[in-house]
């Protein structure tokens, strides 16, 4: 685009000259439902339909397919990709795991290692 005076803008500047407006685009359409700041799409076909901008990307949970989320990216030219993941819930609590000594265990290893230092 080429301006009076010889004066060129790039071509992604986002300004409307017809109405003399910033241009705010907005980059989820109609097929997400957003409720508590989370973006929801019904399956992979609503997924489909969300428009992205360049250089953007945005992270979307299938209301339809319990514990699979999207994250679906656009790159420099407009070229969308989508990832998909599945989570769970993780019910382990601390005292249950092996990795972990109680106090103690702790001090009566403490004592038998001065029980040994003792007898060197």
Do not use: H
């Not at 795991?97 to 029980?115: H, R």
């Amino acid at each position: 685009m080429v301006l009076e005076r010889g004066f060129s803008m790039p071509y992604n500047y986002p300004y409307n000259f017809y109405n003399n407006v910033p241009i705010t685009p907005n980059p989820v359409n109609s097929q997400s439902t957003q409720r508590d700041g989370i973006n929801w799409v019904n399956g992979v076909d609503g997924l489909k339909e969300i428009k992205l901008q360049p250089n953007s990307a945005i992270l979307l949970l299938d209301s339809e397919n319990d514990g699979v989320f999207y994250i679906k990216s656009c790159d420099n030219i407009g070229i969308c990709t989508i990832r998909t993941f599945m989570y769970e819930e993780v019910t382990q609590s601390i005292q249950e795991s092996k990795e972990y000594v109680t106090k103690s265990e702790f001090e009566k290893a403490i004592n038998e290692l001065k029980g040994l230092l003792k007898n060197e």
